[in-house]
């Protein structure tokens, strides 16, 4: 493992100031389980590792301003455990709950898994679906960006050297949420092909649509002309079907160690029907 400089911090101020000095040498830690094994195998090779995760203020779900604020370093398994979401935003607490198994869920945090920018990251897809937004800090100020933007391609992200990923932001959702995903076994498993939807309906008739995919891309991404497919129409298997085939047209998936690109087309246009059905209260078919 090629040296580095090891820093941790107790406050915000100081995270920042570090960053403004040392950013562009920098990797920021919080559970580590992306970037340890990334470390140790010099796939990541920094000057400096800071260490945010005694940062308090970083940390916990809370409901503000008919908003949802959970902080960057708040683990997967707090999202599983936590009432707020439970009640609100049941997407996130499945997409949370399918991450790894406990160790990597208590150790691993909402902001590095956003921050790492996998394609295949479970939760960036559901976040997405909410249309959640990211909290950046930096001396300079503060920075909200739509998820949308904020990613750029595998491993890249809209975060400046200087800044810190500090909290995600997610609207009340005012519709039900659904996340599925097929991995290659049934638990700890990368996303094969992973979907997300938020459908606000009014008996069977959709009036708004939110739909995202994961590891079909460079990136987890919307899929508007699906969602269009769906607004002010009443809900049927038919028109579940377009929406998904129309979903998967826009995704440009690739052959790799875990599936064929063909595969991905097919498992996600299945997951996507269900999601769909679900979320619109027609069952799982």
């Known amino acids: ?52 995760l005694e940062i308090e203020g970083l940390n916990g779900v809370r409901e503000a301003n008919q908003a949802l604020r959970i902080g960057s370093i708040t683990t997967h398994a707090q999202l599983v ?33 956003i921050a790492n920018a996998s394609p295949a990251a479970d939760l960036a897809s559901t976040l997405l679906s909410l249309e959640a937004e990211a909290v950046l800090m930096s001396q300079k100020g503060t920075r909200v960006v739509a998820l949308r933007d904020f ?13 810190l990923l500090a909290e995600i932001a997610i609207p009340l959702p005012r519709g039900k949420g659904v996340f599925l995903k097929l991995g290659r076994r049934q638990a700890m498993s990368l996303s094969v092909v992973n979907v997300a939807v938020c459908l606000e309906m009014e008996g069977r008739r959709c ?18 002309g699906a969602e269009s497919l769906l607004v002010n129409q009443e809900m049927d298997a038919e028109l579940i079907g377009k929406c998904a085939e ?7 998936p ?13 498992a996600g246009a299945i997951l996507l029907r269900r999601a769909l059905a679900q979320a619109a209260g027609l069952g799982d078919d």
């Open 1 to 52: 493992m090629q040296q580095f400089q090891f820093f941790s911090v107790k406050s915000l101020s100081d995270a920042l100031r570090f960053l403004a000095e040392k950013g562009d040498q920098t990797k920021v830690l919080a559970g580590g389980t992306d970037l340890i094994p990334a470390l140790r195998e010099e796939v990541s090779c920094p000057a400096f590792v800071l260490n945010i």
């Open 81 to 113: 455990e936590s009432d707020i979401l439970r009640r609100t935003c049941p997407s996130l607490l499945q997409a949370a709950a399918s991450i790894g198994g406990p160790l990597i869920r208590n150790r691993g945090t909402i902001g590095g898994n």
């Open 151 to 163: 990613f750029l391609g595998p491993g890249k992200t809209a975060l400046h050297p200087d800044e």
């Open 207 to 224: 009036r708004e649509a939110k739909v995202a995919l994961g590891s079909v891309a460079p990136t987890p991404i919307r899929c508007p």
């Open 246 to 252: 129309e979903a998967m047209a826009a995704s440009i």
């Open 254 to 266: 690739v052959d790799d160690h875990r599936a064929k690109a063909w595969y991905r087309l097919q």
